[in-house]
């Protein structure tokens, strides 16, 4: 039973471009989270998907972020246009509840 | 809204020693979550434990355990006969149960020395 796969691993853009970060949940659940980890600080919420819905993007950037988890494939955050300060960890967790909460091993965003 | 607090942010712990890490928390709903996850150097998030708010007796997970008190609010990992591998960031977390976003502290980094 494969975990929560996170793809890339690691991501290089420059100042500008988009970053496009994929996850896959773990078989069975359906909900997914979005976290962020900047350098030397603890994971922040961003987004909550269940299947082609958004049940809470309170910790979303109000510009140049969305997210989506379609009815097949995987989850993606999408950030346009991205600046020196988007540099971070970001995390994808899925869960069918609070007990079965897994995360991914993360994509490393470098914008340069 | 919930709030974890880790006032520790760093600790050095001889190897073979207990460590207790601390964290307190604030929330308003009845039912909660508590979590510990162990972030090492390569940067991956580790489940370590949870603890149910409901839940009689403290959560233990080999040499990991949790010590809940529930009306001082706070939720400390014990580690028993640290090992050099135990060397790494350390976060609380929480959540609560319906819309389970957690809610993360901004860890302890624990480095322990032969």
């Known amino acids: 039973n494969a975990g929560v796969m996170q793809n890339p691993r690691h991501l290089v853009r420059r100042r500008g471009q988009e970053a496009r970060l994929r996850c896959s949940p773990m078989?069975?659940?359906?909900?997914v989270y979005w976290y962020r980890q900047l350098p030397e600080e603890g994971l922040k919420f961003m987004v909550y998907l269940q299947k082609e819905n958004i049940i809470d993007e309170s910790g979303m950037p109000k510009e140049r972020f969305s997210a989506e988890f379609p009815k097949e494939g995987p989850s993606i955050l999408r950030i346009q246009q991205v600046v020196r300060g988007d540099s971070a960890a970001y995390f994808c967790?899925?869960?069918?509840?609070?007990?079965?909460?897994?995360f991914g091993s993360g994509t490393r965003l470098t914008v340069v | 809204a919930q709030k974890i607090t880790q006032t520790q942010p760093g600790m050095f712990v001889q190897e073979k020693e207990a460590v207790t890490l601390d964290c307190t928390y604030d929330?308003?709903?009845?039912?909660?979550?508590l979590f510990w996850y162990k972030q090492p150097s390569s940067g991956e998030m580790i489940f370590l434990i949870y603890?149910?708010?409901?839940?009689?007796q403290n959560a233990t997970e080999g040499r990991y355990s949790l010590n809940f008190q529930k009306a001082r609010k706070s939720a400390n990992l014990v580690i028993s006969a640290s090992q050099l591998g135990d060397s790494a960031m350390y976060f609380c977390a929480m959540g609560g149960f319906g819309n389970e976003k957690l809610t993360f502290g901004t860890g302890t980094r624990l480095t322990i020395i032969p």
């Open positions: 078989k069975g659940h359906s909900h």
């Open positions: 929330t308003s709903d009845q039912s909660y979550g």
């Open positions: 603890q149910g708010s409901y839940d009689e």
């Open positions: 967790a899925s869960s069918h509840d609070l007990y079965g909460y897994t």
